[in-house]
Nanobody, 120 residues
């Protein structure tokens, strides 16, 4: 069974950068669409970005297009999310998930989440 673990969250000032990692074990990520989701306090979980493990195709939410970059390291079986130009609106718990589509209801496996706080 696939297991996912996020890392790299923390506190960053507005305009700063963070790199999140999603480390997978139990199966290659090649078989899945891997998504990054976030949930801000009092809000619903939303998709941020996805990458197709098979062909590397990517998708970004409009709010992060041009500032976030998702990538996959086949050797490490890891997916990363490089975030730059962070704003307080990017604050939330970030989750990685693997499934058959770029949506929460298409995810089979979830990580435990990592907190990102953007504040001065």
């Amino acid at each position: 069974q696939l297991q996912l673990e996020e890392s790299g969250g923390g506190l960053v000032q507005p305009g700063g950068s963070l790199r999140l990692s999603c480390s997978a074990s139990g199966a290659p990520l090649d078989y899945y669409v891997i998504g990054w989701f976030r949930q801000a306090p009092g809000k619903e979980r939303e998709v941020v970005s996805c990458i197709n493990g098979a062909d590397g195709g990517t998708m970004y939410a409009d709010s992060v297009h041009g500032t976030f970059t998702v990538s996959k390291d086949n050797a490490l079986n890891t997916v990363s999310l490089q975030m730059s130009g962070l704003t307080p609106e990017d604050t939330g718990v970030y989750y990685c998930a693997a499934g058959n589509g770029c949506a929460a209801n298409g995810a089979y496996y979830w990580g435990q989440g990592t907190q990102v706080t953007v504040s001065s």
